[in-house]
């Protein structure tokens, strides 16, 4: 799908979810990376490994340097909120009459340290509680209209993946 990108959203999404099943599993975070560029090039241009790698490492020497603790759920919190919310009290439409919020775009939207950029507001605004955040329980499994990135992340990463 050569000029059809991935929305920001989506690999802000793959993002968190790749930091998130590093620290929630026991496989090495380029297995993860490589499970969701994988999976997100099947539905739009190429989305390189080593991409969603770096983000994802640098949004948990964040995670580190901030001391924060729960991580794991604070990353599932940012992947609701980048579900659920194109910014701070506007919800994200996944359906509308013109096309979908999945719908590839025409430009590349994300790159380097945007996802970091985008975690860091949303981890501020959620410290100083202002920002919106699931319902205890949410997982993002059970959501509907997004049945691809349900899918991928049903996936499981390989470890020789991380070769």
């Not at 205890?136 to 993946?161: C, H, R, T, Y």
Request: proline share 3%; aromatic share 14%.
């Amino acid at each position: 799908m050569a000029g059809k990108y991935c929305p920001s959203w989506i690999f802000n999404l793959c993002v968190a979810r790749t930091a998130y099943d590093f620290i929630t599993s026991d496989l090495p975070i380029k297995a993860y990376a490589r499970k969701y560029a994988s999976g997100l090039s099947e539905n739009y241009a190429e989305v390189k490994t080593e991409e969603i790698e770096q983000e994802a490492e640098l949004v948990l020497r964040f995670l580190v340097e901030t001391n924060s603790e729960e991580s794991d759920q604070l990353l599932n919190n940012f992947v609701f909120f980048s579900l659920k919310y194109v910014q701070h009290g506007s919800k994200r439409k996944l359906k509308g009459i013109f096309g979908s919020a999945v719908d590839p775009t025409k430009e590349k939207e994300y790159h380097e340290k945007i996802t970091l950029k985008n975690f860091k507001a949303y981890f501020f605004g959620f410290r100083n509680g202002v920002i919106e955040k699931p319902d205890p329980g949410w997982n993002i499994i059970e959501e509907e209209g997004i049945d691809f990135l349900v899918e991928l992340i049903k996936k499981q990463a390989n470890i020789a993946d991380a070769i």
